[in-house]
């Protein structure tokens, strides 16, 4: 089958993706032929600007263990929830309620009491998701131990009790850090450093001292000898997402994608806004500043207009003739000083 080699050129030249490792944890990929300035904003988004949910508000009605209630409270912010499909939960500060409702947040209650002389140890699993929320999946507490427990919230010794009600709610980690859906993300390029981006420091010796990536491999190094390019850029970049639980691996990387999209999207929009607001491409009737000059006469008086000379229609400043000053002449009258 033949191929327009044209078309094969600008598909080649377009952003690519290369997964080298995955699981339901992690995912390490390559992303080349894109600016260092776009690959970092990926990363940024991933790391701070992906809605999630995560407990926000904690309602307690009982508490008898050796724990403060806001020590409580931090640790239930940072239980992982699952996050799937998001988008469903509208952000409490655009509903309409007073406080919260099913369609701003999921609702979760925890009541646990020890009755026995022994430890008993209150999981993540003991949280009770209520049904009305977005969809059957988001506020659910994410477990993945293999005895199906969950992360440990609190002990209780005998009598002691826990009665309380979790308003989860969706948010980014730029608010608040528990609605980070990754817990880290790796970034690098030029791994042999041939652009020259960082400073090696050492004592002895840098190749020692600066062991080179498992990337490194995956690049030519700098021929000895070889003249530096100050026109090179980096176009390959190496990405190692790490999940925090409440999102799989993939959907940050696809939900990154989505929220940068649309964060320029405003930008774009933001911006033909501003140039058919300046009658540029819009209705030339739009409110904008008066011009200088309309229909040949200026649209107000010059500004210079005193109660001093109305023989003159009011043309003279209170130094003398012909609107001058103490310094001389002006371009609104003669070149009359009032300090003759």
């Not at 229909?295 to 109660?307: F, H, I, K, L, R």
Request: contains cysteine; charged residues 25%; aromatic residues 8%.
């Amino acid at each position: 089958m033949d191929y327009d080699a044209m078309v094969l050129d600008q598909e080649s030249l377009g952003p690519s993706v290369k997964i080298s490792d995955s699981d339901q944890e992690h995912v390490d990929f390559e992303l080349q032929n894109v600016d260092l300035s776009f690959a970092n904003s990926l990363r940024r988004t991933m790391l701070a600007e992906i809605p999630t949910i995560a407990i926000d508000l904690v309602e307690i009605e009982a508490n008898t263990s050796v724990l403060a209630d806001e020590f409580l409270s931090h640790r239930l912010g940072l239980l992982p929830l699952n996050s799937k499909n998001a988008d469903e939960v509208v952000y409490s500060r655009d509903c309409d309620c007073d406080q919260y409702c099913e369609l701003c947040s999921v609702t979760l209650t925890l009541h646990a009491r020890c009755t026995g002389d022994e430890i008993m140890k209150v999981y993540a699993r003991d949280l009770l998701v209520d049904a009305k929320r977005a969809n059957k999946w988001v506020g659910t507490p994410v477990i993945t131990d293999p005895e199906g427990l969950g992360t440990v919230i609190c002990k209780l010794r005998k009598d002691q009790e826990l009665r309380m009600k979790c308003i989860a709610k969706k948010g980014i980690a730029k608010e608040h850090a528990k609605w980070a859906p990754s817990a880290a993300i790796g970034f690098e390029y030029d791994p042999h450093n041939k652009l020259r981006h960082m400073d090696l420091w050492y004592e002895n010796s840098a190749q020692e001292e600066w062991p080179l990536s498992r990337y490194a491999a995956w690049e030519e190094p700098a021929q000895e000898g070889e003249p530096f390019d100050y026109d090179a850029l980096p176009s390959r970049f190496y990405f190692e997402v790490e999940s925090a639980g409440s999102l799989e691996p993939d959907a940050i990387v696809q939900e990154g994608i989505k929220v940068l999209q649309q964060k320029l999207a405003t930008v774009i929009q933001g911006l033909t806004e501003g140039e058919e607001a300046n009658g540029l491409n819009g209705d030339p009737y739009e409110p904008r500043s008066p011009d200088a000059v309309m229909n040949g006469e200026s649209w107000q008086d010059a500004g210079y207009t005193t109660p001093y000379a109305e023989a003159n229609g009011g043309q003279t400043s209170s130094w003398g003739q012909g609107a001058a000053t103490p310094y001389g002449a002006t371009p609104y009258g003669g070149a009359v000083s009032g300090w003759n």
